[in-house]
């Protein structure tokens, strides 16, 4: 007679799961070996919970399929929490086992007692704990429903003793369905908005990662109304590329040309998206959002025509309806100003700053030019993002993914993990700040014990750099934001990863290739500068004034070498606020 253990495994197998990451231990022992005895299915042995939940998060984002961790009793659970948040709010279908004390001590404050249904209340579609072998069935297909079809996390909760019981019959299905509907507006709405978009002249269209299926319905759409396309940062790699109307982010990592469109336009196409930063949306134009899950009309900005539908299926509904325009000047007037914004960006590029002082901005574009054009980026919290975001461009092939909604420090490495065994042929590259690197440490070792080729490039600028800058803009002078790294080459190669330091930019192009063609994983410790500066699109007069109170509370402080440092870093900003 077969376990429970032997009918989870089973369930996941048919649900498509390759792997499962965790660490092992008491209440899942049953389960470790249920899986070796089936055989299908590989045991990720990570070093800390939350990396395990990150790599399952990032499979699934990267997949579009259902991934898989693990936790056992207590400590374990609690692990999870940060990578699971991480998955569910990137809408990554995700099963989460949480393997519990045994059910006959729930409620006696036994060692290592959590409460699974209040821990994962907040980060999860559906969250229940099996206790008898009739339950257990049910809610794993349950789970494997909701986190396909909801999109998220679904928690199971599996107490040690049940996992060696027997298996019972069930009357319902344990199979899992994949239906794919058609979902656009009606049609009486769908010929309101093409009669809205033939009267309007001044268009800006911005999407988000739910717009991310339809780039040739997106192009499309811009060509016929000569509109501008402004894009968050987890929809650029999806719609940048083979864009001829596209002039970049908006939002704090973006640039000023997409803000500029959007407060220029007259209307304002949003197509799914759930942008959280109100103060880049425009106020003054008419807005229409297009978004599969109605809740979110209207949360972010005053939206005048709300509708709901898959962008994909609507535009496809669209087109057909929508005019030719023939005034191309808007589109023309906002292609020119981000052609000069971009020029700017060269400025970034082209001074390589110094020894143990090497731009970012230079790094970041030579990962771009040395890059696959298939490559997989993962990119940390923080300046990471600012340097991945503006300097890492779409080619219609590459990914890129971080911790976008969640905004969590330490993502990128353990989201390699997962993207690297998801992908074994494509290249991974990790942008790790030297902060989020820290955290997660001990997970190098998980890329040594399965040999993932995954190239992890340390922007190393002895901080927290986004925090320096937010503390300065406020009007702070940043205090505990520098950091006291180790040589983290050493430490790679401590670790079984081939280690390389760049303190030289004019080393940086010939030693990033060398660490590229290296057939396994490499860590790439550059020495950056940590007074470079990310400017956001707009600068408000209220942060060009707390960065001169900064600025005059170090000087009070006795800080001004490193006042000086940060002017001669970043005069190169000047240009943006003139």
């Not at 990396?51 to 400590?75: D, F, N, R």
């Not at 860590?523 to 408000?540: F, H, R, S, W, Y």
Request: hydrophobic letters at 40%.
């Amino acid at each position: 007679m077969a376990k429970i253990a032997d009918q989870l495994v089973e369930m996941l197998v048919n649900a498509g799961i390759k792997r499962i990451y965790a660490v092992t231990g008491d209440s899942l022992n049953e389960v470790n070996d249920a899986v070796r005895r089936e055989g299908s299915i590989q045991w990720i042995h990570v070093r800390h919970e939350e990396a395990g939940a990150y790599a399952a998060g990032a499979e699934a984002q990267l997949t579009g399929t259902l991934a898989c961790c693990a936790g056992s009793s207590g400590p374990g659970h609690v692990h999870l929490i940060n990578g699971l948040y991480d998955a569910h709010r990137s809408e990554a279908p995700v099963i989460a086992i949480a393997s519990t004390i045994s059910s006959f001590e729930y409620g006696t404050e036994y060692f290592q007692e959590t409460n699974t249904i209040k821990l994962f209340a907040d980060c999860s579609h559906y969250n229940q704990v099996a206790t008898t072998p009739k339950q257990f069935p049910r809610m794993m297909q349950s789970a494997i429903q909701a986190a396909l079809h909801r999109k998220g996390v679904a928690v199971v909760g599996l107490p040690g003793d049940l996992t060696s019981m027997d298996t019972e019959e069930i009357a319902s299905s344990t199979v899992n369905y994949h239906p794919v509907p058609v979902i656009r507006p009606s049609d009486d709405d769908i010929h309101k908005l093409a009669s809205l978009l033939n009267k309007h002249q001044k268009i800006t269209i911005f999407c988000g990662i739910g717009a991310g299926e339809a780039h040739d319905e997106i192009v499309a759409l811009s060509q016929k109304l000569h509109a501008p396309v402004a894009y968050s940062f987890r929809s650029k790699m999806h719609i940048q590329y083979n864009n001829p109307y596209e002039v970049g982010m908006t939002g704090l990592l973006g640039l000023p040309s997409a803000y500029h469109s959007m407060h220029e336009s007259d209307l304002l196409i949003l197509l799914g998206t759930d942008f959280p930063y109100t103060p880049f949306m425009p106020t003054d134009c008419k807005i229409v959002q297009v978004d599969i899950k109605p809740e979110r009309i209207g949360r972010r900005a005053k939206v005048d025509v709300g509708l709901n539908g898959d962008i994909k299926d609507t535009l496809t509904a669209l087109l057909p309806l929508v005019e030719q325009h023939q005034d191309n000047s808007f589109a023309k007037a906002q292609l020119e100003f981000y052609a000069q914004v971009k020029e700017n960006m060269r400025i970034y590029v082209e001074d390589k700053g110094k020894k143990d002082d090497i731009h970012p901005e230079y790094v970041a574009t030579l990962l771009d030019e040395i890059a696959a054009d298939d490559a997989i980026f993962t990119v940390d919290t923080g300046m990471s993002c600012v340097w991945g975001s503006r300097y890492i461009n779409a080619t219609g092939k590459r990914r890129m993914i971080g911790s976008f909604n969640h905004g969590s420090m330490a993502n990128a490495m353990p989201q390699a993990i997962g993207a690297a065994l998801a992908f074994p042929d494509r290249q991974v590259v990790a942008l790790c700040g030297d902060g989020g690197l820290s955290m997660l440490l001990g997970d190098l070792a998980t890329i040594t014990q399965y040999n993932l080729p995954v190239k992890i490039v340390v922007f190393n600028n002895r901080s927290l750099g986004m925090v320096k800058l937010e503390m300065q803009v406020a009007g702070l002078p940043d205090w505990q934001t520098d950091m006291q790294n180790p040589d983290f080459a050493m430490v790679a190669k401590a670790m079984g990863i081939k280690g390389i330091t760049i303190n030289d930019p004019d080393e940086a192009k010939h030693s990033l290739r060398e660490a590229f063609l290296y057939n396994g994983p490499v860590l790439i410790n550059v020495m950056t500068d940590p007074n470079a500066l990310a400017m956001p699109p707009k600068v408000e007069l209220s942060q060009v004034k707390g960065m001169a109170v900064s600025m005059t509370k170090l000087m009070l402080n006795g800080r001004m070498d490193e006042v000086i440092d940060t002017i001669k870093a970043n005069y190169k900003h000047l240009k943006d606020l003139i």
